[in-house]
């Protein structure tokens, strides 16, 4: 039985893998997630590799700036800045060449697109408004008394019986995924979020919180 285990543990570490030559103290970039939300196109001097997040862990973020902080060849030790803590990340691939995404082909873009969600430029003037939103981004029915209409893509996207659309912060993703429709919730501003995430949504039937961009209304 230990031969037999000693012998699958070194079958799978050899024949997935392939070896990066990254080295303690490199700045690599974590490009994008690949569908299935734990694997990554990554950007190092080298080139362009394929990562996998060995904790399975859904980052989401896009062009993250990351440091070696050790190297196995095949096994690679990041410090990841957005979550702030270290993640191991196994080397599945290195000189590839990035397939392009094309804009709108995640699941929640692509729903607010066949359902006609306008969404909220940065750009636009205080002239734009739609339902709740009097500026770019702002929101005027801060307060209680709100309500989960749907929850798109496992927590990426909120929208509230009021139409207003509420994009995750991808942090908090994980508090949001099981939030169920006709939840209560309750929006107030906050300023501890990521940059561009000023508002807290608060489920208040489980107490649990997330913090969100106003994007647009349905």
């Not at 997040?53 to 196995?72: A, M, N, P």
Request: aromatic residues 10%; contains cysteine.
């Amino acid at each position: 039985m230990i031969v037999l285990s000693l012998f699958l543990f070194s079958s799978s570490s050899v024949f997935a893998f392939d070896i990066s030559e990254v080295k303690i103290g490199d700045k690599v970039t974590l490009i994008r997630a690949m569908d299935d939300g734990v694997t990554y196109y990554v950007r190092t001097s080298a080139g362009i590799e394929i990562w996998k997040d060995r904790g399975l862990y859904h980052f989401v973020g896009i062009e993250e700036r990351c440091t070696v902080i050790k190297s196995l060849g095949s096994e690679v030790l990041l410090y990841v800045p957005i979550m702030n803590t270290k993640y191991w990340f196994t080397v599945m691939k290195v000189g590839v060449k990035m397939r392009n995404k094309k804009r709108g082909e995640s699941v929640h873009e692509k729903y607010m697109k066949e359902s006609g969600i306008e969404t909220i430029k940065e750009t636009d003037s205080d002239t734009r408004k739609r339902g709740k939103c009097s500026a770019a981004g702002s929101y005027s029915g801060v307060g209680s008394g709100h309500w989960i209409r749907e929850n798109i893509d496992s927590g990426s996207v909120i929208i509230l019986e009021d139409g207003s659309v509420w994009k995750i912060d991808p942090i908090d993703k994980i508090a949001a995924m099981l939030w169920l429709p006709v939840s209560n919730i309750t929006v107030v501003e906050s300023s501890s979020g990521f940059p561009g995430f000023n508002y807290l949504l608060i489920n208040t039937n489980n107490n649990q919180k997330a913090h969100a961009k106003h994007i647009g209304s349905k």
